[in-house]
C-alpha cells in the first residue's frame, strides 16, 4: 500500500491570504486526487491531478481558487487561494494505486483555519 | 451520476453489540468499486475494503463483516463484538472503473458510531 504524507498538518491563516499544500506519496502513482472535508461533513472531491498534464475539476471548484500543480510521480501540491472563513475545511490528499485493485489511499489530511 | 447514501447519521451501542452500519448506492456504471473507510477523532481517513462489482462473495475480515447485494445496490458493514476503539466516522463510497475516470470518490454523508463502554 501506498504512504502518503502532507504538509503542513494544520494551519491557521489570515482572510485573503493563500496557502500551499504539499503531498507526498512513497511510490510513483498515476493518480492523484484532492478532496475537501468541510466541519462535520463528507469529503467532496476537488480535482484530479496527472503527472504532465493539467488537473481536471469538479463542478464547483475552479483553477484559479484551488491551483493544483503535479511536477512529477510522487508529489503534487494544492494551493487554497485568497482563503475565506469558508475555506476552513480539512484537505486531503489521495493517491490511486496504479494496478489493477483500484485502491485509493488518503493523506492523513490539512486542518485548514481561516480566521 | 453516481450517489451514496448512509441513512444512519448517529448510531450509539454499547460495548460488545454487534452494529450494522447501512449503505445504499446509485450508479449507471455496470462495473465499479465499493470502499469502506474509517474516519477516527484523529482525522485521518483509514482504508477498510474495496468490494469490486462483480464479486458479491461477502467478506469477513475479524470482527468485520460486509454484506454486498447488488440486487438491492446495497453493501453493508456490520461490526461484531463492538469495542469503544470502533467509535469512529464509518463512510461508504462508490468509484467508477478505473479505466474510465480513476478513481474518482463519491462518498456517502457518513455514520458517527459510538460505542459506549
Known amino acids: 500500500s501506498a504512504v502518503i504524507s502532507q504538509k503542513p498538518s494544520r494551519d491557521i491563516c489570515q482572510r485573503g491570504t493563500s496557502l500551499t499544500i504539499q503531498c507526498q506519496v512513497d511510490?510513483?502513482?498515476?493518480?492523484m486526487f484532492w478532496y475537501r472535508q468541510q466541519p462535520g461533513q463528507s469529503l467532496t472531491l476537488i480535482a484530479t491531478?496527472?503527472?504532465?498534464?493539467?488537473?481536471?475539476?469538479e463542478s464547483g471548484f475552479v483553477i484559479d481558487k484551488f491551483p493544483i500543480s503535479r511536477p512529477n510521480l510522487t508529489f503534487s501540491t494544492l494551493t487554497v487561494s485568497n482563503m475565506s472563513p469558508e475555506d476552513s475545511s480539512i484537505y486531503l490528499c489521495?493517491?490511486?494505486?496504479?494496478?489493477?485493485?483500484?485502491?485509493?489511499?488518503f493523506g492523513p489530511g490539512t486542518r485548514l483555519t481561516v480566521l | 451520476a453516481q450517489k451514496v447514501t448512509q441513512a444512519q447519521t448517529e448510531i450509539s451501542v454499547v460495548e460488545k453489540e454487534d452494529v450494522t452500519l447501512d449503505c445504499v448506492y446509485e450508479?449507471?456504471?455496470?462495473?465499479?468499486?465499493l470502499f469502506w473507510y474509517k474516519q477516527p477523532p484523529s482525522g485521518e481517513l483509514v482504508f477498510l475494503i474495496r468490494?469490486?462489482?462483480?464479486?458479491?462473495q461477502n467478506e469477513i475480515s475479524g470482527r468485520y463483516s460486509w454484506n454486498f447485494q447488488k440486487s438491492t445496490s446495497s453493501f453493508n458493514f456490520t461490526i461484531t463484538a463492538s469495542q469503544v476503539v470502533d467509535s469512529a466516522v464509518y463512510f461508504c463510497?462508490?468509484?467508477?472503473?478505473?479505466?474510465?475516470?480513476?478513481?474518482?470518490?463519491?462518498f456517502g454523508e457518513g455514520t458517527q458510531l459510538t460505542v459506549n463502554p
Open positions: 450508479t449507471r456504471d455496470t462495473t465499479y468499486y
Open positions: 468490494r469490486n462489482s462483480f464479486d458479491e
Open positions: 491531478a496527472n503527472q504532465g498534464s493539467e488537473a481536471t475539476y
Open positions: 463510497a462508490l468509484s467508477p472503473p478505473q479505466e474510465t475516470s480513476g478513481s474518482r470518490l463519491t
Open positions: 489521495s493517491a490511486n494505486h496504479g494496478g489493477s485493485y483500484n485502491e485509493q489511499f
Open positions: 511510490s510513483q502513482v498515476t493518480m
